[in-house]
């Protein structure tokens, strides 16, 4: 957006006009904007796989980890998220709840006794 003074009627308006592209520049300006894409999907692509790679090699078990969330007005969906807790640690949650850190509900990773560097959930990496 371009800002400029025009006078109607007598008064001084401050009119937003938006900056037009000639034909070639708008091609540049597209193929530039396609290669900073390429290349950004690229980059983000090899570091997504680094890190599934270090999952996979860290503990067995799938790289994803699927789950189901309640998003607005309570509708339920699925997420898949990097695996950051040993495999099947979702089953394990109702026997170590005691470990946990909260008092609420909600299930904290983070134990506060002092067997905390042995918490089963937990992997080597993320965990």
């Known amino acids: ?6 006078w109607k009627r ?7 006009s938006a900056q037009t592209l000639k034909a070639q520049q708008f091609a540049i300006k597209r193929v530039a904007d396609v290669i900073a894409q390429r290349w950004d999907s690229s980059s983000s692509r090899r570091c997504l796989v680094a890190v599934a790679a270090v999952i996979k090699l860290d503990s067995p078990g799938p790289v994803l980890f699927r789950q189901r969330r309640t998003g607005l007005g309570g509708r339920p969906f699925m997420i898949l998220k990097f695996r950051t807790m040993a495999d099947g640690a979702d ?4 026997a170590l709840t005691h470990l946990s850190a909260r008092t609420t509900p909600a299930f904290s990773r ?3 006794t002092p067997a905390s560097r042995e918490w089963p959930l937990a992997a080597a990496v993320g965990g």
């Open 1 to 6: 957006m371009q800002p400029s003074v025009v």
């Open 110 to 112: 983070c134990p506060t």
């Open 91 to 94: 089953a394990l949650r109702p």
């Open 10 to 16: 007598g008064q001084p308006l401050v009119e937003l």
